[in-house]
């Protein structure tokens, strides 16, 4: 059967904006979320700025309860269950609150590690003989399938309920593993997407590998530098998106809103081989699994009105600009509009991928391309590739159709998704 899969609802935890409404402002406007870390400054961290998302107490107890929130210290399961409650009410969907459960309905929410905070805090009580007081929900906030486990309970949802983990790529995947079950007919309905937990214990080997930038810990929002020749490294935060996959046939016959559909896309690895290793892309895996993901979306390269890229501001983002050249077979004015939300939010790591598709989606729902902020200083090697007018630094108000969304992972894994405007 050719099932048509459709987004009814999104949800959102930014480090520039919690909740749909002030994402899109955000996004609009070139507004960063990235600022001073006393936390990271004090354990003498080289990069001292980071994207933390801020969730006053009050927004959580509109999640959770007070006797959940006891001993809660997992701010990766609060982003995703916050960001996957907001699509889910945004979809305009109900929560099973009786006993059977919702049989047509499952999530795949991706992770990379969950609750380092609870973790350390769990070590610290064993080690001083205190384990009978670590809590009935130690596991449930450290497990890696905490966050889907949280939401499948406080939705009810009665279909497949699991957690991917596949580095930067996980957010991207979870659309595009939701996709195929709503293809199958194995559900009607996903909620998909990616969390992040914030802090030093999440962030600190990536400052130990190196590959943060440390010239800006005084002037924290020209930190993140994606494209830029001064880029010197990406900076880390964290964060949540979250996606409503729907049957069409159902988001039709229950007069839901439709955001965008999902065309396709495709998933792959480089191996670790000519030239991939546990943190560099195989260029010819990359190039093939955007041409790929255009064959399964049934798409061609100059069907594409804009790419949302992966674009991390290091060294990598000209190789990746020349990938996707190289798999377009499209250069200098003919490639499409490219831009990268990590110039105003940070590397959210395992939620980057559902943290800009959302951005994605909402650029063809409201007809909108969001600006690159802090690449006045374009590298050449992007530009001896591509004309700097695909690389807006401005908003530009215009109706898109087509939007491919990338991610490229540490293990040498990749995934790119084609979303489409709903008519």
């Not at 831009?339 to 943290?355: E, R, T, Y």
């Not at 530009?383 to 040498?412: N, R, W």
Request: hydrophobic content about 40%.
């Amino acid at each position: 059967m050719n099932r048509r899969v459709v987004i009814t609802g999104l949800g959102i935890v930014a480090p520039n904006g919690v909740g749909i409404p002030a994402f899109t402002h955000a996004i609009q406007n070139g507004i960063s979320g990235i600022k001073h870390d006393a936390e990271l400054e004090r354990l003498q961290f080289s990069c001292q700025i980071a994207g933390k998302p801020e969730i006053s107490t009050e927004l959580s107890l509109q999640y959770f309860t007070e006797l959940e929130l006891r001993n809660f210290n997992s701010s990766g399961i609060l982003y995703g269950v916050i960001a996957g409650m907001e699509a889910w009410n945004d979809a305009g969907l109900s929560i099973a609150i009786q006993d059977e459960p919702d049989w047509d309905s499952g999530t795949i929410f991706g992770t990379g590690t969950s609750g380092i905070d609870k973790f350390r805090e769990s070590i610290y009580k064993i080690d001083d003989f205190q384990t009978r007081r670590l809590g009935s929900t130690a596991v449930a906030q450290t497990m890696n399938s905490g966050v889907s486990a949280y939401l499948g309970g406080k939705l009810g949802l009665g279909n497949q309920v699991t957690t991917n983990s596949s580095a930067c790529t996980t957010g991207t995947e979870s659309i595009l593993m939701g996709y195929e079950r709503i293809k199958l007919g194995q559900a009607k309905r996903m909620l998909v997407g990616s969390t992040s937990d914030s802090g030093p214990y999440i962030w600190g080997g990536f400052d130990a590998m190196k590959v943060c930038t440390f010239k800006h810990n005084d002037s924290p929002e020209k930190g993140s530098r994606p494209m830029s020749a001064s880029a010197s490294g990406f900076v880390l935060s964290s964060g949540a998106g979250a996606l409503v996959l729907e049957d069409l046939e159902s988001a039709l016959a229950r007069g839901a809103k439709i955001y965008a559909e999902v065309l396709g896309g495709n998933i792959n690895s480089g191996g670790q081989r000519g030239g991939g290793t546990m943190t560099a892309p195989n260029a010819n895996a990359v190039k093939r699994c955007i041409t790929d993901a255009l064959v399964n979306a049934k798409v061609s390269p100059n069907e594409i009105d804009a790419i949302n890229g992966h674009l991390t501001a290091t060294s990598k983002d000209g190789l990746e600009l020349n990938n996707w050249s190289e798999a377009l077979q499209l250069k200098g004015k003919d490639f499409p509009y490219i831009n990268s939300l990590k110039s105003m939010v940070g590397h959210c790591l395992s939620a980057s991928g559902s943290i800009e598709s959302v951005a994605s989606v909402l650029q063809l729902h409201h007809g909108f391309i969001f600006p690159n902020i802090n690449c006045e200083d374009l590298h050449p090697e992007i530009t001896a590739i591509i004309d700097e007018s695909q690389i807006p630094q401005q908003l530009i108000q215009k109706e898109l159709i087509i939007v491919a969304k990338a991610s490229f992972g540490f293990g040498d894994v990749n995934a790119c998704v084609l979303f489409k405007k709903y008519n």
